[in-house]
């Protein structure tokens, strides 16, 4: 009998939260009763290593998803799969489009990871119209629409007007056994040591306007005023250089560090006081829940989308506004008084967890789980 076969449509161009995200995933698919190929877009970066040797991965010439489309069409008419997954936007454009040229049968389902409506907000009205009119055009097409959040799906469908049933919520293989283990890894720092009795509050992520470490300065200057406690802010982008000068401006910069990227985060987040999550749009926001997962106390801002839903609407750690100093600041002072029970973060986020993630895709999907 032949084995079911399943492909995954993806582009790695980079060390993102998606590649990781694949990545994990498919080292857990491998062990489904299934075939796996995984067709690349592009193959940049550190997570195209972690691909399984037992997939077959099959890199495309085109390197840019909306010129790749000949070359899908020509995938889906030789190796007919079972179901193909196309991951982010234009690929799922560039698959349904593929599948049309190709006359296939095979269902076509995506995954998006973002709130779109937030991603575009400070674009022109002419690019916004262009992607909306897309997704209104090309999603209605799809088997099933895969997103990361509640918050995802509500966006698309107000979007796009899909019925319910086409849409539906697959949360991110965020944890796995490895981040866990590699949380326990030391860490060169001095405010990271065990014999450092200040607080370290973390953030995590690109230093750009969507993650607004900028608000997140701000309150700690409040927090500063009242306690002793540190700010570190893990990741690179380009306005390292304008949130130093901010923190020299709020006379803190000598209790805040920006040590760059890290390639083992977790090591220093499970070092943490608290974990702060300042963004202003996520999909579904891997550092908090990674910083959960390691039971370390977090605040975050109420953005769309996921946060609420990790912490069940601010009842399991503080949500606050986006952009207002002095309530994350009041937060950050009241997490660090009293941290939440850890045991209470960590089972928040089981769905997380790879394997459960895994197999709701593979339900999603219509193909047969991993043989227990």
Same mark, same amino acid.
């Given at each position: 009998?032949?084995?079911?076969?399943?492909?995954?449509?993806?582009?790695?161009?980079?060390?993102?939260?998606?590649?990781?995200?694949?990545?994990?995933?498919?080292?857990?698919?491998?062990?489904?009763?299934?075939? &796996?190929?995984?067709?690349?877009?592009?193959?940049?970066?550190?997570?195209?290593?972690?691909?399984?040797?037992?997939?077959?991965?099959?890199?495309?010439?085109?390197?840019?998803?909306?010129?790749?489309?000949?070359?899908?069409?020509?995938?889906?008419?030789?190796?007919?799969?079972?179901?193909?997954?196309?991951?982010?936007?234009?690929?799922?454009?560039?698959?349904?489009?593929?599948?049309?040229?190709?006359?296939?049968?095979?269902?076509?389902?995506?995954?998006?990871?973002?709130?779109?409506?937030?991603?575009?907000?400070?674009?022109?009205?002419?690019?916004?119209?262009?992607?909306?009119?897309?997704?209104?055009?090309?999603?209605?097409?799809?088997?099933?629409?895969?997103?990361?959040?509640?918050?995802?799906?509500?966006?698309?469908?107000?979007?796009?007007?899909?019925?319910?049933?086409?849409?539906?919520?697959?949360?991110?293989?965020?944890?796995?056994?490895?981040?866990?283990?590699?949380?326990?890894?030391?860490?060169?720092?001095?405010?990271?040591?065990?014999?450092?009795?200040?607080?370290?509050?973390?953030?995590?992520?690109?230093?750009?306007?969507?993650?607004?470490?900028?608000?997140? &300065?701000?309150?700690?200057?409040?927090?500063?005023?009242?306690?002793?406690?540190?700010?570190?802010?893990?990741?690179?982008?380009?306005?390292?250089?304008?949130?130093?000068?901010?923190?020299?401006?709020?006379?803190?910069?000598?209790?805040?560090?920006?040590?760059?990227?890290?390639?083992?985060?977790?090591?220093?987040?499970?070092?943490?006081?608290?974990?702060?999550?300042?963004?202003?749009?996520?999909?579904?926001?891997?550092?908090?829940?990674?910083?959960?997962?390691?039971?370390?106390?977090?605040?975050?801002?109420?953005?769309?989308?996921?946060?609420?839903?990790?912490?069940?609407?601010?009842?399991?750690?503080?949500?606050?506004?986006?952009?207002?100093?002095?309530?994350?600041?009041?937060?950050?002072?009241?997490?660090?008084?009293?941290?939440?029970?850890?045991?209470?973060?960590?089972?928040?986020?089981?769905?997380?967890?790879?394997?459960?993630?895994?197999?709701?895709?593979?339900?999603?999907?219509?193909?047969?789980?991993?043989?227990?």
């Amino acid at each position: 009998m032949t084995r079911p076969k399943l492909a995954i449509l993806v582009s790695f161009s980079g060390q993102g939260g998606v590649e990781r995200m694949i990545a994990n995933l498919c080292e857990v698919l491998v062990d489904a009763p299934i075939d &796996l190929d995984i067709l690349l877009i592009k193959a940049r970066g550190p997570h195209v290593g972690r691909l399984p040797r037992n997939a077959r991965v099959i890199p495309l010439r085109a390197q840019h998803s909306l010129t790749s489309i000949w070359e899908v069409a020509r995938y889906l008419r030789r190796e007919r799969p079972t179901a193909l997954l196309a991951i982010k936007h234009r690929a799922i454009l560039a698959a349904l489009r593929a599948k049309q040229l190709a006359r296939s049968q095979t269902p076509i389902s995506g995954r998006l990871g973002t709130t779109v409506s937030a991603a575009l907000a400070n674009k022109s009205p002419r690019r916004r119209e262009r992607w909306y009119r897309a997704m209104r055009r090309y999603y209605p097409r799809l088997h099933r629409l895969i997103a990361v959040s509640q918050g995802v799906a509500d966006d698309v469908l107000d979007i796009t007007d899909m019925p319910d049933a086409q849409i539906t919520v697959v949360r991110n293989p965020t944890i796995t056994p490895e981040l866990l283990k590699a949380a326990e890894a030391p860490v060169n720092h001095p405010w990271l040591q065990s014999d450092s009795d200040t607080p370290v509050i973390m953030g995590v992520g690109r230093l750009t306007e969507q993650k607004d470490f900028s608000t997140l &300065l701000s309150a700690f200057a409040h927090v500063q005023r009242q306690r002793a406690a540190r700010l570190m802010i893990l990741g690179d982008g380009n306005l390292r250089e304008a949130l130093l000068a901010q923190a020299r401006e709020l006379n803190i910069a000598e209790h805040v560090a920006l040590p760059g990227f890290q390639a083992n985060p977790w090591a220093w987040m499970s070092r943490a006081s608290v974990f702060a999550l300042s963004s202003r749009w996520e999909g579904s926001p891997n550092t908090l829940t990674e910083a959960m997962a390691l039971g370390i106390p977090v605040v975050s801002t109420d953005c769309p989308s996921g946060p609420s839903e990790l912490l069940t609407a601010g009842q399991i750690a503080p949500l606050v506004d986006m952009g207002d100093v002095e309530a994350l600041a009041h937060a950050l002072l009241s997490t660090l008084d009293n941290p939440p029970d850890t045991a209470v973060l960590v089972d928040a986020v089981k769905a997380y967890h790879r394997d459960v993630s895994a197999a709701a895709y593979l339900h999603t999907l219509g193909l047969p789980s991993a043989e227990v």
